[in-house]
């Protein structure tokens, strides 16, 4: 998935207008609002006040024209002369009716409309007092007097008046309420602009930058190295640049050993440890993981090297994680701009590739090679394989015996690991090993190769082989906390005696704390299983395994053997080891024996069993049966000879 460019996220600018018509808006709609109730309310009080004159008036005629013995034309015109005003123009009917006569006087209305109006009046059965005729609007009412009813109608002016009275008035409410609208909008779109600008900056910060570590990421960088090496006219562009990409060696091991906990403790402080070293303009970057990136703009190649140096001495210094010192080390791979790629993805995959190179070679960092780019892809595929590789199986195990030197018999055999490949064939361990512990898969890998050789071990008992089979293992297996458990688990489920299996630790250079491994180990031995120093004499402090690990065998490492004769150094060290192991109570095992003189001399000094291509190249399980089986001496050099201690 393409990294979006950090240009997408901008801030909004279309809020502030789209807020104030929002409020302009409901301003329109409350002033509405407001003008409709507040003139039905004054008009239904002015109607309401009208209608009570109205009765009022009807109610005075009614008691003065009982009191009064004269016809109702004779009472009635000068009374409604005395309670009208002249000067009114407003259409109104008067109808008076008597116990025996009738009278009715209308101003401005019609006979017809007038007759059309009493009408009205007795339909009117809800007593709205409220009714319509020729487009105008009449109030009427009624009062039923002791000796004549009094009808009172007249056109409502109500209406008229409450507009004429509350329309400026409602004019200026609405345009103050408009003002204020627009006010508050104002107001509140400029402080939502400022906290969204303040949020988008936060947003814009986690999108851009580790939540961990607080450095930049992926999504940072992208955006930096398209700008710089696209858009030439921008103000940050490079005529030439450096990139790092830095992936820390035993970051997994370390995160699976101690806990995420101390994983994010680990990469926090190798981060600030890289920030002293990396100066502006260059910036560091974490884009996941383990792996970080430098970008160094006006970095040239030999520059690039020499920081190169720093960085890798800087991850080299110990950390202290829970009071242990843990030493993760890492591989940096270079590319540089424009001699090995002009666009942004392209520069970091040379980086990257380069990286994977100077992992191979573990010596440290390693500048991106065009002659190389074949290896490079070779080795990239390889990595990829690796996991369909351990499901289908296609990694098995060949076996070189070990030797007794006053015999010549077969003591024992080690199992070591081949690839086979469906492409290239049979893969020898310095094509993958390297891969698999780069890729963070070698505790799956050990249990891998730890069923293998129970499963092999329970195959040859069956068949009456008892002899050990030795499986070499890293101590970051051992920091596997289900190893234990699993071997137990294979041991039972194959019926393997577990004196018959035999694990070798390798010593490598590493600055896990011995305790853990020792841990380890006393579980494993509570178990039954032999276990071996590889390779002794390199790597950790050979004194220190052996003050603190109750080992049962100790190997030599090939390096002392191989010019044993000629190189007395290398030969009093040996001594010294065979020294070590009998005061240990341990055996002895010769690695890299290739000369009947090596052989004889080693026997000669003590050491009693020995393993190398004089006896033996490794070989597949069929042929190592057979030679086990028959009983075949591989040293006949050895009849005659007494077997040491050793």
Known sequence: MPVQPITLINRDTSVRPR?????????????????????????????????????????????????????????????????????????????????????????????????????????????????????????????????????????????????????KRLLITSVLVFWIAVWLALTLSSLIAKRAEEINETLATIATHDALTGLPNRLYLMDKLTTALLKPHASNAVSEASVFVIDLDKFKEVNDSFGHSAGDTLLKEVAARLLEIVLPPAQLIRIGGDEFIIWAPGLSIEQAEA???????????????????????????????????????ALIVCADTAMYKAKEQRNGWQVY???????????????????????????????????????????????????????????????????????????????????????????????????????NLSPYNLLDPGLVSFIQQQLTMHKVAPELIEIELTENETSLNIKYIKAALDNIRELGISLAIDDFGTGMSSLAYLAHLNVNVLKIDRAFVTDIEVNTGHKA??????????????????????????????????????????????????????????????????????????
Not at 45 to 57: C, P
Not at 384 to 395: G, R, V, W
């Open 369 to 471: 090679d065009d002659n190389k780019i074949a290896d490079y892809k070779h080795n990239l595929q390889l990595r990829a394989e690796l996991h369909d590789a351990i499901l289908q199986q296609q990694f098995i195990l060949h076996y070189q015996p070990k030797v007794d030197l006053g015999s010549g018999c077969i003591v024992g055999v080690e199992g070591l690991c081949r690839w086979e490949h469906p492409r290239l064939g049979l893969l020898m361990p310095g094509h993958f090993i390297d891969l698999i512990e780069d890729s963070g898969k070698v505790q799956e890998f050990g249990r891998y190769v730890i069923a293998k050789v129970i499963e092999q071990a329970a195959l040859w008992q069956q068949q009456g082989i008892t002899i050990p089979i030795a499986v």
């Open 307 to 345: 920081l190169a140096i720093e960085l890798v001495g800087a991850c080299d210094t110990p950390i202290m994680i829970n009071g242990l010192a843990v030493n993760t080390g890492a591989s940096i791979g270079i590319s540089h701009y424009p001699t090995h790629a002009n666009e942004p993805e």
């Open 573 to 646: 060290i040996v001594a010294s080891a065979i020294t070590l192991a009998q005061s240990f109570g341990c055996s002895m095992v010769a690695e890299g024996v290739e000369t009947l003189s090596q052989a004889t001399l080693l026997h000669d000094m003590g050491c009693r069993i020995a393993q190398g291509y004089l006896f033996s190249k490794p070989m597949p399980e069929a042929k190592v049966k057979q030679q086990i089986l028959s009983g075949k001496n591989l040293y006949p050099h050895a009849q005659g000879l007494e077997s040491s201690p050793a």
């Open 19 to 167: 807020l104030i018509v929002a409020c302009l808006v409901v301003s329109v709609l409350v002033s509405a609002i407001y003008v409709t109730v507040s003139y039905r309310l004054t008009a239904d009080v002015s109607l309401q006040t009208e209608l009570h004159a109205m009765e009022k008036l009807a109610r005075v005629l009614s008691s003065e024209l009982t009191l009064r013995e004269n016809s109702l034309a004779e009472q009635a015109d000068p009374l409604i002369n005395i309670l009208s005003d002249p000067n009114d123009d407003t259409p109104r009917l008067f109808h008076i009716q008597g116990a025996k006569e009738s009278w009715q006087r209308g101003h401005r209305l019609s006979k017809s409309e007038q007759a059309n109006l009493l009408k009205l009046v007795s339909r009117d059965q809800n007593k709205t007092h409220l009714i319509e005729e020729s487009e105008r609007s009449f109030l009427w009412q009624r009062f039923e007097g002791e000796s004549n009813t009094v009808t009172y109608i007249q056109q409502t002016t109500a209406m008229d008046t409450t507009l004429s009275f509350v329309a």
